[in-house]
């Protein structure tokens, strides 16, 4: 495999989901890994879940997948989130993830602090990686596009958020992701010689449609953010 592409934090947003998938397959990649938080959100989550289930995605369980476990959701769909694993080894060389290799509710990348959401040091990156030795890890979890150089021959790369651009958050302390912009975000990693080459994708979609239906959904804080990328 050496042209694939991540993504991640779809949220339940058909329309952005549906306008990357297309993107990817224009663009010839030779799979797709989805790095989990799928589902959950106030727009199309069942819809969603059926894409993923009908093509075959292979996925991985993040903190709010988890969450939908404890919703009245259709049973398939129950079945499918229960045995997503927690990590995807798709090759010797490659480690995927939600959040680190240990926990879905934790920022690889990223250091909150009272202060505000800082870049994490790289020896913190690779404290949180543990014995794992790969050259390429896939993460999500902070919806934000990042490709980070985590030691010599380890890369790190989150591919930002397919379906909502911001978010605001209480854990570990007060914070807001924000991606600046309504597009669904996705990453194509490729093998390189001795290292690996990774495009950051931005693709336009009805994203105004999407905002209709949280605001429909009782939601118009997520549909702000679908509009603007901001919190």
């Known amino acids: 495999m050496t042209r694939f ?22 663009r010839a990649v030779e799979a797709i890994f989805d790095l989990g ?8 989550p069942a819809a969603t879940a059926d894409r993923l289930i009908e093509r075959g995605i292979p996925s ?35 480690l995927l993830f939600h959040g680190t290799p240990d926990s879905d509710l934790v920022y690889l990348l ?13 020896a913190g990156v690779r404290e949180l990686l543990g014995n794992n030795r790969h050259t390429l890890f896939g993460c ?9 150089q985590a030691g010599t021959n380890v890369l790190v790369v989150n591919p930002g958020s397919v379906g909502l651009p911001a978010y605001r ?3 570990p302390h007060p914070h807001s992701m924000e991606a600046g912009s309504p597009h669904a ?17 931005l693709v336009p979609y009805d994203y105004a449609a999407a905002s209709r239906t949280a605001t429909a959904n009782g939601r118009p804080d997520w549909a702000e953010r679908l509009l603007t990328g901001r919190v």
Do not use: F
């Not at 592409?5 to 990817?24: P, Q, S, T």
């Not at 369980?61 to 939908?68: E, I, Q, T, V, W």
């Not at 999500?140 to 980070?148: C, E, F, Y």
């Open 185 to 201: 975000r996705y990453a194509i990693v490729t093998r390189a010689a001795n290292d690996w080459q990774v495009e950051h994708i």
């Open 169 to 171: 958050s209480n854990q």
């Open 110 to 122: 990223e250091d909150v602090q009272p202060d505000g959401v800082h870049l994490r040091k790289a």
């Open 60 to 94: 991985v369980l993040g903190n709010d997948d988890r969450a939908m476990l404890a919703l009245p959701i259709r049973p398939e769909h129950h079945a499918w989130i229960a045995a997503l694993p927690r990590t995807r080894e798709p090759e010797p060389d490659i």
């Open 5 to 26: 592409a991540l993504i991640a934090d779809i949220h339940g947003n058909i329309r952005a989901l549906d306008a990357v998938l297309a993107d990817a397959e224009r």
């Open 37 to 44: 938080d799928s589902l959950q959100g106030p727009l199309e």
């Open 140 to 148: 999500g979890h902070s919806h934000l596009s990042r490709a980070v």
